[in-house]
Antibody, heavy 121, light 110 residues
């Protein structure tokens, strides 16, 4: 079965950086686009970023454009989220989720359990 | 990038049916047949219940159904059960490989 496991979260000061990882198993990772979605404490879901199956294209929400960067290593079945210039309103649970196959547009289907990022002085 | 609009809360008694609406615009829900619905219990990851407007993943009860009219999508849950109590989120493709979520609806089973 599809399994997604996030790691790398923690506490960081405003202006700092953090890199999240998401290790995938149970499906052909290199065939699928991948999403990051976040959820601030007590709030709703917010789509953050998407990367094509081969890493050729990347897309970002306006709220993180220019500060966050998504990447993937298909040899390691892993995606990454590099977060720079972090702000207190970036505090959230960050989920990775599977997208469509071979560039087909699909909403997130399988989700990881999430990893908490806290940005505080 | 404003969120899709959902009611903050809905409630129903066991056995009843409820409907959760999700209102967007002609740039997202109205333009694509790519609306999905997720159930989320407290402290858990979201789980896909409806995709592409009205399709159910394997294992999801047929008590859950989706529909769309214009810029509004809807999730209907029939025969409410206690375990349906959770938060529900809609999601729509918004073009140019971007997506947006609704603000979420808390379902209470009375």
């Amino acid at each position: 079965q599809v399994q997604l496991v996030e790691s790398g979260g923690g506490v960081v000061q405003p202006g700092g950086s953090l890199r999240l990882s998401c290790a995938a198993s149970g499906f052909i990772f290199s065939n699928h686009g991948m999403h990051w979605v976040r959820q601030a404490p007590g709030r709703g879901l917010e789509w953050v970023t998407y990367i094509h199956y081969d890493g050729s294209s990347k897309y970002y929400a306006e709220s993180v454009q220019g500060r966050f960067s998504i990447s993937r290593d298909n040899s390691k079945n892993t995606i990454y989220l590099q977060m720079n210039s972090l702000r207190t309103d970036d505090t959230a649970m960050y989920f990775c989720a599977r997208g469509g196959i071979f560039g087909v547009i699909r909403n997130p289907d399988s989700w990881g359990q999430g990893n908490l990022v806290t940005v505080a002085p | 990038q404003s969120a899709l609009t959902q009611p903050a809360s809905v409630s129903g008694s066991p056995g009843q049916s409820i409907t959760i609406s999700c209102t967007g615009t002609s740039s997202n829900i109205g333009s694509y047949n790519l609306v999905s619905w997720y159930q989320q219990h407290p402290g858990k990851a979201p789980k896909l219940f409806i995709y592409e407007g009205n399709k159910r993943p394997s294992g999801v009860s047929n008590r859950f159904s989706g529909s769309k009219s214009g810029n509004t999508a809807s999730l209907t849950i029939s025969g409410l059960q206690a375990e349906d109590e959770a938060d529900y989120y809609c999601c729509s493709y918004a073009g140019s490989s971007t997506w947006m979520f609704g603000g979420g609806t808390m379902l209470t089973v009375l």
